[in-house]
């Protein structure tokens, strides 16, 4: 676990984002779907198409007022290289196999994490240019200067997100674990908890558009919290990276404004780096703190004996916005990670006739040391089922 993180560039409004300390990437809305690669042979371009995810607020929403931060900048950048732009939304698994036979793509992505770590094969990236990361959220005044300001606290987490697994695995703290940022803004509303522990822009545009900027929202830092973010272009266009590279530099005013709009949080960040105070014990506090399911694999053969064949499509499409909201930051939107271990369109050619065996068994008893959070016990037993039949309507 010793890799920083750049998963949450997601706006991770819904629990469980974010991914745990050391896992590279993940989150991030699953380069490898994205059509970029289609379209080499695009005539030189008069226009700048750009990728985006098409409901991710604060960062990028291809409908309503709000348009995102990466929309907005994506438009200034396209002002500054005198070039229109044309977005390409990314894309539903209904759409994406239309998206890869009509060779729909595009010339650039905002955004992806500027991590070295994090690599997309054929993708060139841009210097970073705006920094996110974990916030806390709390009353105004509030001092946090140390993690250990934080053991006098009522502490609001959410499930499976980096600041969860800190706590677990550092003794003495009031952790309370929330599934999604309004239960935990109403947790602060009522006093039940005293500061929570959120991803930074989503907790700052929620502060900015709901809540009157009533709450003080800290950046913070320590390892998992956070990290930086870039553009990506295809390999084969690197005059057109250097270009939006300069305009990313000279923008750099109107990217700190666009922050400002969208309520992400500018303070100087806090370092909760629990770096002097992990234990012996640490290692294994994160595992520990999991709950550990008791389903064992004969269980789970009964239970797929009594799946329906068919599910309806009504509980196949709720499966699908259980997956995108509690899943998709670690696996991608409709399990399209770029990162091949957790591309789950992979699981029949991995596991061949197991592979729902294993589904079931990974999701119920997760693989805490890899950054698998445990989900038995908390997602109800017959919804993991519908998500796994989800998961067999995108396998290759
Ligand atoms: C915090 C990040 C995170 C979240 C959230 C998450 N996963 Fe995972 N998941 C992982 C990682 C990392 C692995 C890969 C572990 C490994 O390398 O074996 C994984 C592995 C898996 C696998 C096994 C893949 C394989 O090929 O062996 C399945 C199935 C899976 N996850 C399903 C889910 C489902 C369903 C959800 C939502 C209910 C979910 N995951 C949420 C991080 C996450």
Same mark, same amino acid.
């Given at each position: ?241 250097? #270009?939006?590279?300069?305009?990313? =530099? /000279?923008?750099?005013? %109107?990217? $700190? ?5 969208? *309520?992400? @949080? ?79 369109? #992979?699981?029949?050619?991995?596991? =061949? /006739?197991?592979?729902? %065996?294993? $589904? ?5 008893? *997760?693989? @805490? ?28």
């Amino acid at each position: 676990m010793s890799k920083s993180l750049n998963d949450l560039f997601r706006s991770n409004r819904q629990g469980a984002l974010g991914s745990i300390s050391g896992l590279v990437g993940a989150l991030l809305l699953t380069a490898a779907a994205l059509p970029l690669h289609a379209q080499a042979q695009a005539a030189s371009p008069t226009h700048l198409r750009v990728c985006s995810d098409p409901d991710n607020l604060p960062f990028s929403k291809s409908e309503g007022p709000d348009k995102g931060l990466y929309i907005d900048l994506a438009e200034k950048v396209g002002q500054r290289l005198g070039m229109p732009v044309d977005y390409v939304w990314w894309l539903t698994f209904n759409q994406r196999r239309a998206m890869r036979n009509s060779m729909a793509g595009c010339d650039a992505y905002f955004a992806l994490p500027a991590d070295a770590d994090y690599k997309v094969r054929g993708l060139l990236k841009t210097s970073s240019f705006l920094n996110v990361s974990y916030a806390a959220v709390g009353a105004p005044g509030q001092s946090i200067h140390t993690l250990t300001d934080l053991k006098n606290k009522r502490v609001g987490v959410l499930f499976g997100s980096p600041p969860q697994i800190l706590l677990a695995v550092n003794e003495g703290f009031n952790a309370q674990t929330f599934r999604t940022h309004e239960q935990a803004f109403e947790a602060l509303n009522k006093h039940e908890i005293d500061v929570a522990l959120l991803w930074g822009p989503s907790a700052g545009y929620d502060n900015v558009k709901q809540f009157n900027n009533q709450w003080q929202v800290t950046p913070i830092t320590g390892e998992g919290m956070g990290g930086q973010v870039a553009v990506a272009v295809q390999k084969d266009q690197p005059e057109l990276k250097e #270009k939006i590279d300069q305009a990313l =530099k /000279d923008l750099q005013p %109107e990217i $700190a404004a666009l922050a400002k709009k969208y *309520g992400f @949080p500018s303070q100087l960040p806090v370092n909760l780096s629990s770096a002097n105070r992990a234990s012996e014990s640490g290692k294994n506090g994160a595992a520990d703190h999991v709950v550990t399911a008791a389903n064992n694999t004969s269980k789970f053969m009964r239970q797929v004996a009594d799946m329906p064949a068919k599910i309806s499509d009504e509980s196949l499409q709720a499966a699908k916005s259980r997956f995108n909201n509690t899943c998709s930051h670690c696996h991608g939107a409709n399990g399209a990670s770029p990162i091949s271990e957790r591309d789950l369109r #992979k699981l029949k050619s991995r596991y =061949k /006739d197991q592979w729902q %065996e294993v $589904a079931y068994t990974t999701i119920t008893k *997760g693989r @805490p040391e890899l950054g698998m959070p445990t989900w038995g016990g908390v997602i109800p037993d017959d919804e993991i089922k519908n998500v796994i039949q989800f998961l067999a309507t995108v396998q290759r």
